[in-house]
């Protein structure tokens, strides 16, 4: 079978999308947890667009051994290097490098004209190639542009020494016939076009992001850009989850390989949503949470007698556990360390001391201890580790014939501080005292959400606050059984990221 390479852009185009950006030690744990996926390139950033971006690139091009690591850079000497220098210890470095070439794009973004735009790419790619062997280049708005003039931007990318040509529908603008005769066009008039890789990068602006990249797949393209979970500018990417149970689920008709892991599809899933602070729409295909739930009698009934009468994938294949109550009060370190095993994580001796305090602290407060609690320790840990403030105790005074009241203390360094505050509501009052404590200059609550994590009365609740000052947002989370206590120490969480 025809193996497809999947270039992941979750660390790069995800995170450009609003209110989706993720702080160092997010990226680098989505990364290791990318890498685990069997995602053959993924593209770490765009190492240019801050210190912070470079400082992300060049960390997870330290670590990550099984998957090409990229970064992003215009068609620019300067942007060359920076992305050079950030990848270049990875053990399977690329430059990934643009330039639109849609009319469009040309006359009012670049102010170039058509012959500057071929000269450039051409210098650029050889620019890039002079430093490192692997080299991309994407044509930015490639289905807006005129056919003929994107053959002759393509041969100039091959005739310099890209080795991976992508097309992107920069605006999520062709639908799959289109998409189907510009790949076939493309074969047709550029030389060696079959000498490299040709890939695709389709915006879900039409809802066909998944739909495109599946037609250009059928078209000849051995590589896809997507996301996980879509994440992208404006109304995301090409979902990774979709594409890959469609190849999955239909051979059929895409006789492909990837190296993709199926059953980490669910929990990186989880972590990503985790991470941006998002919830998976509930009937988000793949992950969402009605994605393999039967409500109506009739379809219940059917899936009882033969589970292909409405189901066409296995939970089970992306890492869906229907194994739910495992461990409690009395289980010991070890049966938590297999569980976490099981599910697809590997926690060092240290987080696993921690963790397994945190377990023990939950099971005290929690009668059975579920495959998503278990993970929803894990992916806190990424959230909590080296705060400066931290939660030490809280009151709240709650009622709906008084005044609400909070008292918190809180730690930092070796203080303990504690204010009284009055607010509308406990949660209210609360976010007010720990205001009083941290002072964060002229900060906003811009959102603020509870869900809980699994069934029963004693759930665990995962609070989720995003937060604004001074032109940086943050994201906030907190979990526990008790949705006050999630509700500060998502809140704090978000001020330490503030601070
Ligand atoms: O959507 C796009 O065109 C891009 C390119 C930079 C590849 O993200
Ligand atoms: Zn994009």
């Given at each position: 079978?025809?193996?497809?390479?999947?270039?992941?852009?979750?660390?790069?185009?995800?995170?450009?999308?609003?209110?989706?950006?993720?702080?160092?030690?997010?990226?680098?744990?989505?990364?290791?947890?990318?890498?685990?996926?069997?995602?053959?390139?993924?593209e770490?950033?765009?190492?240019?667009?801050?210190?912070?971006?470079?400082?992300?690139?060049?960390?997870?091009?330290?670590?990550?051994?099984?998957?090409?690591?990229?970064?992003?850079?215009?068609?620019?000497?300067?942007?060359?290097?920076v992305?050079?220098?950030?990848?270049?210890?990875?053990?399977?470095?690329?430059?990934?490098?643009?330039?639109?070439?849609?009319?469009?794009?040309?006359?009012?973004?670049?102010?170039m004209?058509?012959?500057?735009?071929?000269?450039t790419?051409?210098?650029?790619?050889?620019?890039?190639?002079?430093?490192?062997?692997?080299?991309?280049?994407?044509?930015?708005?490639?289905t807006?542009?005129?056919?003929?003039?994107l053959?002759?931007?393509?041969?100039?990318a091959?005739?310099a020494?890209?080795?991976t040509?992508?097309?992107?529908?920069?605006?999520?603008?062709?639908?799959?016939?289109?998409?189907t005769?510009?790949?076939?066009?493309?074969?047709?008039?550029?030389?060696n076009?079959?000498?490299?890789?040709?890939?695709?990068?389709?915006?879900?602006?039409?809802?066909?992001?998944?739909?495109?990249?599946?037609?250009?797949?059928?078209?000849?393209?051995?590589?896809?850009?997507?996301?996980?979970?879509?994440?992208?500018?404006?109304?995301?990417?090409?979902?990774?989850?979709?594409?890959?149970?469609?190849?999955?689920?239909?051979?059929?008709r895409?006789?492909?390989?990837?190296?993709?892991?199926?059953?980490r599809?669910?929990?990186?899933?989880?972590?990503?949503?985790?991470?941006?602070?998002?919830?998976?729409?509930?009937?988000?295909?793949?992950?969402?949470?009605?994605?393999f739930?039967?409500?109506?009698?009739?379809?219940?009934h059917?899936?009882?007698?033969?589970?292909?009468?409405?189901?066409?994938?296995?939970?089970?294949?992306?890492?869906?556990?229907?194994?739910?109550?495992?461990?409690?009060?009395h289980s010991?370190?070890?049966?938590?360390?297999?569980?976490?095993?099981?599910?697809?994580?590997?926690?060092?001796?240290?987080?696993?001391?921690?963790?397994?305090?945190?377990?023990?602290?939950?099971?005290?407060?929690?009668?059975?201890?579920?495959?998503?609690?278990?993970?929803?320790l894990?992916?806190?840990?990424?959230?909590?580790?080296?705060?400066?403030w931290?939660?030490?105790?809280?009151?709240?005074?709650?009622?709906?014939?008084?005044?609400?009241?909070?008292?918190?203390?809180?730690?930092?360094?070796?203080?303990?501080?504690?204010?009284?505050?009055?607010?509308?509501?406990?949660?209210?009052?609360?976010?007010?005292?720990?205001?009083?404590?941290?002072?964060?200059?002229?900060?906003?609550?811009?959102?603020?959400s509870?869900q809980?994590?699994?069934?029963?009365?004693?759930?665990?609740?995962?609070?989720?606050?995003?937060?604004?000052?001074?032109?940086?947002?943050?994201?906030?989370r907190?979990?526990?059984?008790?949705?006050?206590?999630?509700?500060i120490?998502?809140?704090?969480?978000g001020?330490?990221?503030?601070?």
């Amino acid at each position: 079978m025809k193996k497809i390479k999947v270039f992941d852009t979750t660390l790069r185009d995800g995170e450009q999308a609003p209110g989706c950006s993720m702080v160092f030690k997010e990226k680098i744990e989505l990364a290791l947890a990318l890498e685990k996926l069997g995602v053959d390139i993924m593209e770490a950033g765009f190492a240019i667009a801050s210190p912070g971006d470079f400082e992300s690139v060049s960390a997870i091009s330290g670590i990550i051994k099984n998957s090409s690591v990229a970064s992003l850079a215009r068609a620019t000497r300067k942007d060359i290097d920076v992305a050079y220098d950030a990848v270049k210890s990875a053990v399977a470095p690329r430059i990934h490098t643009f330039l639109a070439t849609s009319p469009t794009h040309m006359e009012y973004k670049l102010r170039m004209t058509p012959s500057q735009v071929l000269e450039t790419i051409g210098d650029m790619v050889a620019y890039a190639k002079s430093k490192l062997s692997d080299v991309e280049f994407s044509a930015e708005d490639a289905t807006r542009s005129d056919p003929a003039f994107l053959a002759k931007a393509v041969k100039a990318a091959v005739d310099a020494g890209a080795t991976t040509i992508n097309i992107p529908d920069t605006v999520g603008y062709s639908v799959p016939a289109e998409m189907t005769e510009l790949l076939e066009f493309l074969y047709a008039n550029v030389d060696n076009l079959d000498k490299v890789t040709l890939s695709v990068h389709c915006h879900n602006d039409l809802g066909m992001g998944v739909a495109n990249t599946l037609a250009a797949i059928q078209a000849g393209a051995t590589q896809i850009e997507t996301t996980v979970c879509g994440l992208g500018e404006r109304a995301g990417n090409a979902a990774m989850e979709e594409v890959i149970m469609a190849l999955n689920t239909r051979r059929d008709r895409f006789p492909y390989e990837t190296n993709i892991v199926t059953s980490r599809i669910f929990p990186v899933s989880r972590l990503i949503y985790s991470i941006v602070g998002m919830t998976a729409p509930l009937n988000k295909p793949i992950v969402g949470a009605n994605a393999f739930a039967h409500e109506a009698g009739i379809h219940q009934h059917g899936v009882l007698a033969k589970r292909q009468t409405y189901e066409i994938m296995m939970p089970e294949s992306i890492g869906l556990t229907t194994n739910k109550m495992v461990l409690g009060k009395h289980s010991g370190k070890h049966a938590v360390e297999d569980r976490l095993k099981d599910l697809g994580y590997t926690i060092s001796k240290e987080e696993m001391d921690d963790l397994f305090g945190r377990f023990k602290a939950l099971s005290d407060r929690k009668k059975a201890i579920t495959d998503g609690d278990l993970e929803a320790l894990v992916l806190h840990r990424i959230h909590m580790n080296g705060a400066a403030w931290k939660l030490d105790r809280f009151t709240v005074n709650s009622g709906n014939y008084v005044a609400c009241s909070a008292v918190v203390r809180m730690s930092h360094e070796d203080e303990l501080i504690e204010k009284v505050a009055l607010g509308d509501g406990p949660i209210d009052a609360a976010f007010n005292a720990v205001d009083k404590i941290m002072r964060v200059p002229e900060h906003r609550l811009e959102d603020y959400s509870v869900q809980t994590i699994s069934e029963g009365n004693d759930a665990q609740g995962e609070a989720i606050v995003k937060l604004s000052s001074g032109g940086n947002t943050a994201t906030g989370r907190g979990l526990s059984t008790d949705v006050v206590e999630a509700s500060i120490l998502a809140y704090i969480n978000g001020m330490n990221k503030l601070l």
